[in-house]
């Protein structure tokens, strides 16, 4: 039986050339978009601190294994950086060199490689994720600019850059922590019912709001279909939802984490709890007034407080949405009321 798809995950954390910082938290990024992919369904190829030889072989071996598949995906965490506009991953023995023709050829591997191999499988959803964008090892050669160059994507194929073109992303000197875009990339990734684009659209939002502005994730697309990590019954999800608030006092908490699971408002959360508890044997029917009523004094009830026009839990915003309620106006129309 065919997976998911099929992964290239390729992590290059320790460096030879004592000029190369090591990035410890790469380390992690590729353990766990490893762990995170293969439970998601996929195949995974794993390439660790490769050097420049076993790199390119690596990838030739996942672009001879992409017809098999209809999805794939092929993650970088590690140094990368652009040359002329082209971009390059650093394999871990690269030598920090000051002349770029034996950099490109004799040290580098580029990107380009597996975007054409996505070219020439265009059939497929093809997805580049690129967390390579630390501080440029060769930026004092001055032939290589801070940051990577934007890639137009082939048809059928999405490329993420975990900042803007020409800028940098934070990683970390520790191998227990994830750099910052992976972290959320991770998180979002699991969230059902997303598509791509929307997956990459929370993780820019959160490394946006987490960095306050410096770092922006990028992404360019030419994707041909909709693509979904999970898909998730509705009737399934709202009986989640109904069981994990019936079952627990601390609905705050609960609902916090049903609004980061699903990537639903607080109130959206509660319209679904009330019209699955109403179609139950024994429900007793609700209008939307009296569920958006109920709403609102659930939430209160569970310490979420409004103040300057924004929702907050225990001093952090939350997405709460809105509360409506339907009240007749004076010529018999519906009259829509923020609460």
């Keep these: 039986m065919l997976k998911c798809g099929i992964a290239l995950v390729i992590s290059n954390y320790e460096y030879d050339d004592i000029n190369i910082n090591n990035l410890p938290s790469c380390k992690k990024d590729g353990q766990d978009m490893d762990n995170v992919l293969q439970n998601l369904g996929f195949d995974t190829l794993v390439a660790n601190n490769l050097n420049r030889e076993e790199l390119l072989e690596q990838i030739v071996e996942f672009i001879e294994l992409l017809p098999l598949y209809q999805v794939a995906l092929c993650y970088y965490s590690g ?3 652009q040359i ?4 390059y991953v650093v394999p871990s023995d690269a030598k920090f060199v000051n002349n770029k023709a034996i950099l490109i050829n004799m040290s580098l591997v580029e990107v380009d490689l ?3 191999g996505f070219k020439e499988n265009s059939q497929n959803t093809n997805l580049l994720i690129l967390d390579a ?3 440029n090892p060769f930026l004092s050669k001055g032939f290589a600019p801070k940051g990577l160059a934007e890639i137009n994507a082939g048809a059928g194929t999405l490329i993420s850059y975990a900042t803007s073109p020409n800028d940098v992303s934070i990683g970390y000197n520790s191998e227990e922590i994830n750099s910052l875009f992976t972290k959320h990339f991770i998180k979002n990734i699991v969230k059902p019912n997303l598509r791509i684009e929307e997956i990459f659209k929370l993780t820019r939002i959160d490394v946006e709001t987490e960095t306050d502005g410096n770092q922006i994730p990028w992404e360019s697309t030419s994707l041909k279909q ?3 990590f999970i898909k998730e019954d509705n009737e399934i999800i709202n009986n989640n939802i109904y069981k994990a608030i019936s ?3 601390d609905n705050g908490k609960v609902l916090i984490k049903l609004s980061e699971k699903y990537s639903f408002t607080i109130t959206e959360i509660y319209l679904r709890y009330y019209h699955y508890k109403m179609n139950l044997p024994g429900g007793i029917y609700l209008g ?7 709403a609102l004094k659930n939430v209160l009830e569970n310490g979420f407080y409004y103040k300057n026009y924004r929702w907050y839990y225990k001093g952090k915003p939350v997405k709460m949405g809105e509360f409506l309620h339907r009240v007749p106006s004076t010529d ?3 009259l829509v009321v923020m609460i």
Excluded: M
């Design 79 to 81: 140094h990368g950086l």
């Design 84 to 87: 002329d506009g082209k971009n």
């Design 114 to 116: 597996i975007v054409d």
């Design 133 to 135: 964008c630390r501080t």
């Design 226 to 228: 909709d693509f979904f």
């Design 247 to 249: 079952n627990f006092k």
């Design 288 to 294: 939307d007034t009296e569920i958006y009523g109920l």
């Design 332 to 334: 018999n129309k519906p």
